[in-house]
T-cell receptor, first 120, second 110 residues
Framework: QVQLVESGGGVVQPGRSLRLSCAAS????????MHWVRQAPGKGLEWVAV????????YYGDSLKGRFTISRDNSKNTLYLQMNSLRADDTAVYYC?????????????WGQGTLVAVAP | QSALTQPASVSGSPGQSISISCTGT?????????VSWYQQHPGKAPKLMIY???KRPSGISHRFSGSKSGNTASLTISGLQPEDEADYYC??????????FGLGTKVTVL
């Protein structure tokens, strides 16, 4: 069965960096575009980024461009999110999610999420 | 890129039908048949309920259905059950590999 397990969250000071990882199993990882989606405490879902199955293209939500970088290692079945210059409003649960096609498209499976808290 | 518009809350009694609207623009919902709907219970990850506007994934009850007209998509829950109480989010492709979520709708079963 499809499994997505995020890791790397925690408490970080404003301005610092953090890298999230998502270990995928149960499907052909290199055939699927992959997404990151976040959810601030008590708030709705916000799409963060997508990376195509071969890593050739990456796209980001408007508010995140320049600070976050999505990447993947198909040899390790792992998705990453590098987050720099973190701010208090980046505090959220970050979900790794699978797309249904090579370019992403519909998100069909989600991980359980990892909490990132940005605080002094 | 603005979030898609959803009502903050919708309620209904067991057995009733409810609908949740999701309004976007001609650049997102109006241009693509890539609207999906997600159910999220407290403390849990979202779950796909409808994709490509009207399709149900395997294992999703026939009580859930989706539709689209112009720039607005809708999710209908028929025969409302207590376990349907949750938050529901729409999501649409917005071109150039960019995606938008709705602000979410809290469904309460009275």
């Amino acid at each position: 069965q499809v499994q997505l397990v995020e890791s790397g969250g925690g408490v970080v000071q404003p301005g610092r960096s953090l890298r999230l990882s998502c270990a995928a199993s149960g499907f052909t990882f290199n055939s699927c575009g992959m997404h990151w989606v976040r959810q601030a405490p008590g708030k709705g879902l916000e799409w963060v980024a997508v990376i195509w199955s071969d890593g050739s293209n990456k796209y980001y939500g408007d508010s995140l461009k320049g600070r976050f970088t999505i990447s993947r290692d198909n040899s390790k079945n792992t998705l990453y999110l590098q987050m720099n210059s973190l701010r208090a409003d980046d505090t959220a649960v970050y979900y790794c999610a699978r797309g249904t096609t090579m370019v992403g498209a519909t998100i069909d499976y989600w991980g359980q999420g990892t909490l990132v808290a940005v605080a002094p | 890129q603005s979030a898609l518009t959803q009502p903050a809350s919708v309620s209904g009694s067991p057995g009733q039908s409810i609908s949740i609207s999701c309004t976007g623009t001609s650049s997102d919902i109006g241009s693509y048949n890539l609207v999906s709907w997600y159910q999220q219970h407290p403390g849990k990850a979202p779950k796909l309920m409808i994709y490509e506007g009207t399709k149900r994934p395997s294992g999703i009850s026939h009580r859930f259905s989706g539709s689209k007209s112009g720039n607005t998509a809708s999710l209908t829950i028929s025969g409302l059950q207590p376990e349907d109480e949750a938050d529901y989010y729409c999501c649409s492709y917005a071109g150039t590999s960019v995606y938008l979520f709705g602000l979410g709708t809290k469904v309460t079963v009275l």
